[in-house]
């Protein structure tokens, strides 16, 4: 069964604490994504990578970081430097090259800070 | 940077009336995405527009890319209850290869 995971669907962090959020895809896609939703708001890239150990900064990646040593996994680490991290995290990912432009999403994970 | 502008930004519809959300980026688009996001769920594909002037339906769905590719729009016809969500647009310009730029989205209600 092909899909993205993520885990959990909520988080509930103390402040100062780093926290990760887990994202996993088995649809041997090149591209993943993450991005951060605020309610009633659109999408806004955190990070990006379209290779397997190389990633780029997106629209608003002060106070996280990512990692992407494996293919299938793009793990965001919400650091204590993120001040107002509490929102809905959503990643993706797709196929790299051509035309092609869908990416698919995760389930999301619920970040609350206590 | 590039700017992708969606309006309105709610809209409220009786069931039967028609919809229509406009999606204008700042830059001259390579291809552009709708996606539909339920409430409490996440964003699913709708479908991919690449040439300009294109023009796509899927059943009461209807998706049209500008001639300059720099707008699109989404047009439901006779709305259902089930058509409820926020519909979003996403761009991706020639300049910003590898990622794309997501409006902010239009949130659907339909009044049964």
């Known amino acids: 069964d092909g899909g993205i995971t993520q885990s959990p669907k909520y988080l509930f962090r103390k402040e100062g604490q780093n926290v990760t959020l887990s994202c996993e895809q088995n649809?041997?896609?090149?591209?993943m994504y993450w991005y951060r939703q605020d309610p009633g708001q659109g999408l806004r890239l955190i990070y990006y990578?379209?290779?397997?150990?190389?990633?780029q900064k997106g629209d608003i990646a002060e106070g996280y970081s990512v990692s992407r040593e494996k293919k299938e996994s793009f793990p965001l680490t919400v650091t204590s430097a993120q001040k107002n991290p509490t929102a809905f995290y959503l990643c993706?990912?797709?196929?790299?090259?051509?035309?092609?432009?869908?990416?698919?999403f995760g389930p999301g994970t619920r970040l609350l800070v206590l | 940077g590039q700017q992708v502008m969606q309006i309105p930004q709610y809209q409220h519809v009786q069931e039967g009336e028609d919809f229509t959300t406009y999606c204008n980026s700042s830059?001259?688009?390579?291809?552009i995405q709708w996606y539909k996001q339920r409430p409490g769920g996440h964003p699913v594909f709708l479908i991919q527009?690449?040439?300009?002037?294109e023009v796509k339906k899927q059943k009461r769905l209807t998706f049209q890319f500008g001639e300059a590719k720099k707008n699109s729009s989404l047009h439901i016809t006779a709305t259902q209850t089930t058509d409820v969500g926020t519909y979003f647009c996403?761009?991706?310009?020639?300049?910003?290869?590898?990622?794309?730029?997501f409006g902010d989205g239009t949130t659907l209600t339909v009044k049964p």
């Open positions: 993706a990912s797709k196929t790299s090259g051509g035309a092609g432009e869908t990416q698919y």
């Open positions: 649809l041997n896609h090149d591209a």
């Open positions: 990578s379209q290779i397997v150990n190389d990633f």
């Open positions: 830059t001259t688009l390579s291809n």
């Open positions: 527009l690449v040439k300009s002037g």
């Open positions: 996403a761009g991706r310009s020639n300049t910003n290869a590898g990622k794309s730029t």
